[in-house]
């Protein structure tokens, strides 16, 4: 019993550390090369559920319309204004990317997960501003995107995504190695 508290110490430090990791991981515009292209998201990750839209810069929005038995594969559809501009199967390490030969929207799949109440799709984003479209909103001011189960949702189009991304990504991960971490201790501690 000697081992708890100090247990308890350092399971209470790991979880500080990654709950506080995402507050400074604010999306801010950034102008890079010679050329002269505005990167709106540069690589933040994310993770939604079977059936979540995510809202991202001037309107783009991705859904997580299904995701296979085995976890292998998810169905993901990127809209524009509520309007479908792509849509595939997707595995690991895949990308989908908007244009083809634009590269505005990248979207990389890192793994998928089925669980036994939500089936999750880790992923991150790349976006670069959309010359044909209007300038981002600069406010960070969010309120959360529809959700797509609904056979009556509707999308009102943001200009900004939520301005703390990758968090869910960090406190499922924080929250799998708390548990995994609390499973070993109490064995040990038989």
Partial sequence: MGRMPQVSRILLLLSLVLLA???????????????????????????????????FYQGYSIIIKGVDAKGERAWIELLQNGTSVSYGI???DD??????????????IDHIYV???KDLVFFYVRQCRDPDLPE??????????????G????????????????CGAWMA?????????????????R
């Fill in 21 to 55: 990791y995402p507050a400074d991981c604010l999306n801010t515009a950034a102008t890079t090369g010679s050329n002269e292209t505005q990167i709106l998201i540069d690589g933040d990750g994310y993770v939604l559920a079977n059936g979540e839209q995510r809202v």
């Fill in 136 to 149: 981002p909103a600069p406010s960070l001011d969010m309120t959360p995107a529809p959700n797509a189960s």
């Fill in 151 to 166: 056979s009556n949702a509707t999308s009102t189009p943001q200009d900004t995504p939520n301005p703390s991304p990758g």
């Fill in 173 to 189: 991960a924080g929250a799998v190695l708390l548990c995994i971490a609390s499973k070993r201790f109490a064995r040990r501690q």
């Fill in 90 to 92: 997707f595995e690991a």
């Fill in 115 to 117: 669980g036994s109440q």
């Fill in 95 to 108: 990308h989908l990317v908007y244009p083809e030969d634009g590269e505005i929207f990248n979207m990389t």
